[in-house]
């Protein structure tokens, strides 16, 4: 979800960002859990040295989603990789009550910085607040929190630029097919979070920019069954599609299976969004109706870790002139396609 524009954005590419190229006070430690990371974890800085030894605690949902899983995994994987990180990560949970609870009890340890992706941003601003206000810098990761006074640094994906990708792509492969006023259709996610409708804003927004309108439009709840059963009443409803795009890859499966199930697997074109590997694979096998996925990588957690390293140590970014961490990254949404899907298959989410 992105954050509001009065600050300044810093934009990274869809993988993880490299702890050796752009940021200070790295070390050279390796990760020895070969197994658990989902993304590749930011590689270290060639040379550097371990800085103050920092604490730092970590919240966000359940892993009851592909996504929300590889947050949790790719966050301890980057911890791993410095010597002088020690991390705290609570049980992932998706009661607003527990989270509270969680971060308190973080709070109370005292740790030197907190990395927090809410499951409900409104809900989990007074707690952020009060850490911010205990002198606990808070790196508030994607779901913004209602209050600018919650959070040191916000990190997340851009999901506008999500749909304007989407819509982009899909207008190119209109054209070179020579298809003037093709039959586009969108599966969204959940259409009472800002999220889902800034996505589809943005897709909107691309379409009409290249002459092109939605011609059918179906909301889930970035569940597979959910993108099953709404996939096959857009189907039934559209007789002729040129073009679909599936806000989420985990949805995804739901919704390729109900294209299979009316056999239209060979009609039109998919793109789908977040990145998952099973996507990527069957990009890359030219298997599936899915031709394209937007990333929204959960290697941003990977980045958060280290943004809450850099902030407690009191580093800045190399690469940049100011001392200080901005206040604001948002990752890039690139698209992942046949000509380019080994450069991201590392930060493919299971």
């Keep these: ?14 993988a993880a960002i490299g702890a050796g190229a752009l940021l200070t006070g790295c070390t050279n430690s390796s990760d020895n859990d070969k197994s658990a990371p989902q993304v590749k974890a930011g590689a270290s800085s060639s040379g550097a040295t371990a800085g103050k030894a920092v604490t730092i605690g970590f919240s966000a949902p359940a892993a009851d989603h592909g996504w929300t899983a590889a ?71 994607d779901r913004i929190f209602a209050s600018g006074l919650a959070y040191r640094t916000w990190i997340g994906g851009d999901n506008y630029g999500m749909g304007v990708n989407a819509g982009n792509f899909i207008a190119r ?14 599966v969204a996610g959940i259409d009472s979070l800002e999220l889902t409708q800034q996505r589809s804003k943005g897709f909107k927004d691309a379409l ?16 597979a069954a959910t993108g099953q059963r709404v996939t096959a009443q857009l189907l039934q409803a559209t007789p002729k599609i040129d073009a679909m795009w599936n806000h989420d890859d985990d949805q995804g499966i739901g919704v390729l299976a109900a294209i299979k199930q009316a056999q239209r697997d060979k009609e039109f074109v998919v793109v789908g969004g977040a990145g998952s590997r099973k996507a990527m694979e069957s990009i890359k096998a030219d298997d599936s109706p899915v031709k394209a996925t937007v990333l929204y990588s959960p290697s941003m957690a990977s980045s958060s870790i280290t943004v809450a390293r850099l902030i407690a140590q009191g580093h800045g970014m ?5 001392h200080e961490v901005p206040a604001s990254v948002t990752t890039f949404s690139a698209v992942v396609t046949k000509e380019n899907v080994d450069q991201y298959m590392a930060v493919g989410f299971s």
């Design 71 to 141: 947050i949790t995994i790719n966050a301890k994987a980057q911890a791993q990789q410095y010597s002088d990180v020690t991390l705290k990560a609570t049980e992932g949970t998706n009661d607003v009550a527990a989270q509270i609870q969680q971060v308190q009890s973080l709070i109370d340890a005292k740790v030197d910085a907190l990395v927090i992706l809410p499951f409900d941003g409104k809900a989990l601003t007074e707690i952020a607040k009060k850490a911010m206000a205990s002198g606990i810098p808070v790196i508030n990761l």
């Design 173 to 186: 492969r209109m054209k070179a097919a020579g298809k003037s006023d093709p039959v586009i259709v969108e």
């Design 208 to 223: 009409a920019a290249n002459g092109l309108r939605l011609a059918a439009r179906q909301a889930a709840d970035f569940t």
């Design 1 to 14: 979800m992105s954050t509001s524009l009065d600050r300044r954005h810093v934009l990274f590419g869809g």
């Design 318 to 322: 190399a690469d940049l002139v100011e």
